[in-house]
């Protein structure tokens, strides 16, 4: 029995039907392998997903410092948002709703009577206390179920307080996992947000966003920090640390850099279409992966000043991790490991992996697409289910005025030749191989079994598992949270989580687990002892 | 930090900032964590199971095992039935429990649910268990969500026409895992038979061995909460968490209850001593009597740091309640006493407490927020915040000495194997007081004030 198989073996067949096509192998060849993605869980299989609210909220719109994001329902889902996710955010003018949770906790009387009144009422004391810019309504499962119109309710306000309000039907039960969440936030700020100031064309410039990088542990900061140091100018991140008010500026930038694929791919493919704005995958997880991402970014330009600039700042950075990267290989090398975490970042840290010798021997994603982990080639068969198309695909129209002028065709197929992922992710499984497995979805059984299977060095997950995997004895380190380190990002972030992936594998603890008395005798005697006599 | 947060108070009759709460299902899930193999499975979407899970890891730092309907579109449309079905047949199938404890969500209960004939109608394995509790998340709070989930065992398990076995039924309320091992190291040292319902104290605070166990040695056993039915009586710890399934255990089995403060500070642990003793005829031991004495010398030797110290204490009713009469004990004196949970027995109960000490300017408030304690605060000032991690946004803002207890705990370590209950919690907790204190003393003396005893 191979490994798969011995995964699956357990199953019932229904849920064999279903799982089988979720586990694939990837052997050395790289014959381009179909895997199931985005659908349906199989209920009562403890999965590590969430919900729509969840991508949408907690993902994408919470990390915006300068916004009021009301979560319009019970007080959990407000609740269990509030600071959790580690999107770091610095307000210079010391404006910050990171450290707020704000709900309108509505009671058994609102699901009676509606809940309307109470979210205007919940807006107008939040513009009456903070004075906000811009307030957004997330809603949770019950308030779809009840049909309170959260957006009659943004319109109104907006007339009534002069504000920005922009309601998100994100209900928890929409799509299949926080993906559909994801989708919904791209739409409404591709439609309200980005491009609403009323900017001057800009002169073509080295201006650039920074497209799903939500700055876990500050990764964004890291990334922003070694860009300006070359000479680009970042317009606006989406969203980490980022702002309202810099998203209205983003329709001015030359460049999208994406990061995270899966979350925010939507707004990429929108600006692209509305304002011919490139965009790029881009990882800035990993050390060689990083300096591939900031040549690409200066070829991208093509400017000599950038190009140096660009040499110069990887020579500085690498000259300023050389001793540590050097130590921490020597003890990681040859080590093996599992990925899991949600839609992008199982590939990016196979490659800071591989920097330090580690071999990701199973991966997998909890709530990627098809393309993901294929490729982006396959979007044209991916078939939609009834799930997916119950999110709303908003199409925009090429900008009058900010429409830019890109690339001409003969460079941007050159780029192509050159492997720059242009308008273009080449997804997970072409980075893998050599019988190493994939996993969709994955639940707490296929990780313990995964785990007994390949006995990986050390594990990334999230919180769900952490304790799990550690009570089976096997390091396990969270890629959600940086178990509250970081950055990651870059350079130096490389270092950090190398640093934290040798402490773990390394803590003098997993030594001592098994108590002396299992293996060694805790009593003696001596034959014929003279006390007896 | 919370730079944004005005010192004027302004009415609010909308907007929930910085909630003191959460919702019911978490309180359900922990509860149904505190059944010998038991799954906790939350009939609803999918991200409520997550963020209740992540939730409780993040504070016990242990695997928090649940289950999810995962409800799509569809689901909310023909109903969950077919998911529960489907749910419950994959988890006795992959992941064996004895018993599958079903708590609702506000989907579930919005598109109305009937949880009793879906049960009915499935299809169970000999021998297991299903059993389930409605818990709207729209209604009160996790600590009613706890309450609901013991209520709904009962309801299903506990036996009407059991035989009396004579065992003292313990409800520790919503505590750690360290104080129901301490309530129950007590109840040893007593000689008194019990059950404790529930009992986290090795499930969620299980040893590292090299195997994981998905289902802990820890845990009240399905045929101990049958025997509730045939217990002699009931110590509900935690009147207002714990007094909802002891009335509804004695509504279907005839138990008798007394509900009883949770037993942290020197009174409160004296009466569930005399409790316990009373109802099993047993002597209190001269080793819970040295102990109470050595509290009793702690108390004494650190005199004279409490003095009229104001104190702010924000969390869980009955945490919140405990903590105050402590606090007093300790010659201290609560400004505010805050909680999410809504529930007016709360400042009923504060009231009651604050004037047995005389002290009447202590402002006692249930179904309110962290943000409006902070306001308070930023009025009239205190010396020490107690409560769960939330607040140390505050304590950072003020620059006001905190302490950490209660629910939540995100970011420390070994709480949850600590008790705050009993004589040995109350020193825990002045360890922690006293040492808090005395170590914002030391950082703002001066040099030449800077004292090496103290």
Request: negative net charge.
């Amino acid at each position: 029995m191979d490994a798969r198989e011995a995964v699956l073996d357990k199953y019932s067949g229904r849920v064999f039907k279903n799982r089988k096509d979720h586990i694939i192998e990837l052997d050395e060849a790289g014959i381009p392998k179909e895997i199931a993605a985005n659908s349906r869980s199989v209920p009562g299989l403890m999965i590590n997903r969430g919900c729509c609210y969840a991508g949408c909220k907690g993902v994408v719109l919470g990390p915006l410092r300068d916004t009021v994001v009301i979560t319009h329902g019970p007080i959990g889902c407000g609740y269990y948002t509030w600071g959790t996710r580690r999107n770091k955010a610095d307000a210079p003018d010391g404006r910050n709703f990171i450290q707020y949770s704000f709900s309108t906790d509505v009671q058994e009387t609102d699901i009676v009577f509606g809940g309307m009144k109470k979210l205007h009422q919940a807006i107008k004391e939040a513009v009456e206390i903070f004075h906000p810019r811009a307030v957004m309504i997330c809603s949770t499962c019950p308030i779809g179920l009840i049909g309170d119109d959260t957006k009659a309710v943004a319109a109104e306000v907006e007339k009534e307080f002069g504000i920005t309000c922009i309601a998100y039907s994100c209900e928890g039960y929409k799509g299949v996992s926080q993906s559909a969440g994801h989708h919904i936030a791209n739409n409404g700020l591709m439609q309200r947000v980005i491009g609403s100031a009323n900017d001057e064309v800009k002169e073509k410039a080295f201006r650039i966003n920074i497209l799903g990088e939500y700055n876990i542990g500050g990764d964004g900061w890291e990334q922003e920090r070694l860009l300006k140091k070359i000479g680009y100018e970042v317009v606006a991140v989406l969203t980490g640390d980022g702002s309202f008010e810099a998203l209205t500026h983003a329709h001015t930038a030359n460049l999208n850099l994406v990061q995270c694929h899966r979350s925010i791919n939507y707004i990429a493919e929108m600006m692209k279409t509305k304002y011919n704005i490139d965009w790029i995958k881009v990882n800035f997880i990993g050390i060689d992966e990083t300096i591939r991402t900031l040549r690409e970014i200066a070829d991208y330009f093509d400017n000599d000043e950038i190009k140096k600039r660009t040499e110069e700042v990887i020579g500085e950075e690498l000259e300023s991790i050389a001793e540590e990267r050097k130590f921490y290989r020597s003890k990681l090398e040859g080590k093996t490991a599992g990925v899991f975490v949600g839609g992008s970042r199982s590939h990016h840290y196979q490659n800071v992996l591989k920097d330090f010798g580690v071999k990701t021997v199973i991966a997998g994603y909890e709530f990627a697409h098809r393309d993901d982990y294929e490729g982006r080639e396959v979007l044209p068969n991916i078939k939609l289910d009834a799930d997916s198309k119950n999110i709303e695909t908003i199409t925009v129209q090429p900008d009058k005025e900010f429409y830019h002028v890109a690339l001409d065709k003969e460079r941007f197929e050159e780029l192509r030749r050159q492997n720059v992922e242009l308008e273009y992710y080449k997804g997970m499984f072409k980075d893998m191989g050599d019988g190493t497995i994939t996993v969709d979805d994955f639940n707490h059984y296929e990780t313990e079994k995964v785990l007994d299977i390949f006995k990986p060095d050390i594990f990334y997950s999230g919180i769900k598992d952490k304790y799990m995997i550690q009570k089976k004895g096997f390091p396990s380190n969270q890629l959600h949270s940086y178990d509250y380190s970081g950055p990651y990002a870059c350079f130096k972030g490389a270092i950090t989580f190398a640093r934290n992936t040798y402490l773990s594998i390394y803590a003098p603890a997993w030594k001592m687990i098994v108590p002396p008395w299992r293996t060694k005798p805790t009593l003696e005697g001596t034959m014929g002892d003279e006390n007896y006599a | 930090m919370l730079d944004m947060t005005p010192k004027k108070l302004a009415v609010r009759k909308a907007l929930r900032i910085n909630p003191a709460k959460t919702c019911q299902p978490v309180g359900a899930m922990y509860a149904a964590l505190g059944v010998h193999r038991c799954m906790p499975h939350s009939h609803g979407s999918q991200g409520c199971c997550s963020y209740h899970r992540t939730f409780l890891a993040r504070h016990f730092k242990e695997p928090a095992i649940a289950t999810t309907s995962s409800f799509s579109e569809g689901a909310c449309v023909f109903g969950g039935g077919s998911n529960l079905k489907k749910a419950v047949k994959n988890i006795f199938d992959i992941y064996n429990p004895d018993i599958i404890a079903v708590h609702t969500t506000c989907l579930s209960e919005t598109i109305g649910d009937d949880l009793n004939t879906l049960i009915q109608q499935l299809d169970i394995p000999a021998g297991k268990i299903v059993v389930h509790t409605n818990t709207p998340s729209y209604v009160g709070s996790h600590i009613n969500g706890f309450a609901n989930m013991m209520s709904g065992f009962i309801k299903y398990l506990s036996e009407k026409n059991a035989v009396p076995n004579g065992k003292i039924g313990i409800f520790p309320g919503f505590v750690n895992p360290g104080d129901m091992h301490e309530l129950k190291r007590i109840a040893k040292l007593l000689g008194v038979k019990y059950i404790m319902f529930p009992d986290t104290d090795g499930t969620m605070n299980s040893a590292l061995t090299g195997h994981y166990e998905m289902y802990p040695k820890g845990g009240t056993t399905i045929q101990e909460i049958r025997e509730l039915g045939g217990a002699q009586h009931v110590l509900a710890l935690g009147e207002i968490t714990s007094c909802t399934p002891a009335m509804d255990l004695k509504r279907k089995c005839g138990v008798d209850f007394t509900a009883l403060p949770l037993p942290i500070g020197v009174e409160a642990t004296d009466r569930y001593i005399m409790a316990l003793s009373h109802l099993s005829r047993r002597e209190v031991p001269a080793e819970i009597e040295e102990e109470r004495g050595q509290l009793l010398d702690i108390m004494i030797d650190s005199h004279a740091y409490y003095g009229d110290k104001r104190v702010a204490i924000a969390g869980d009713p009955d945490t919140v309640l405990g903590l105050a009469a402590f606090c007093l004990e300790l010659g201290m004196k609560p400004r505010y006493m805050i909680t999410g949970t809504p529930d007016e027995k709360f400042s009923k109960k504060a009231k009651e407490l604050l004037l047995k000490y005389g002290v009447t300017d202590c402002i006692a408030k249930a179904n309110t927020d962290l943000f409006e304690l902070h306001q308070l605060m930023k009025n009239k000032p205190v010396d020490l915040l107690i409560g769960g991690t939330h607040c140390k946004y505050i304590a950072r803002a003020e620059d006001v000495p905190f302490v950490r207890a209660g629910f939540p705990i995100l970011d420390r370590y070994v709480h949850p194997y600590m008790p705050l209950v009993g004589y040995r919690g109350a020193m825990r907790l002045i360890e922690l007081i006293c040492n808090t204190l005395l170590d914002r003393q030391d950082r703002d003396a001066a040099d030449k004030d800077f004292e090496l005893v103290m």
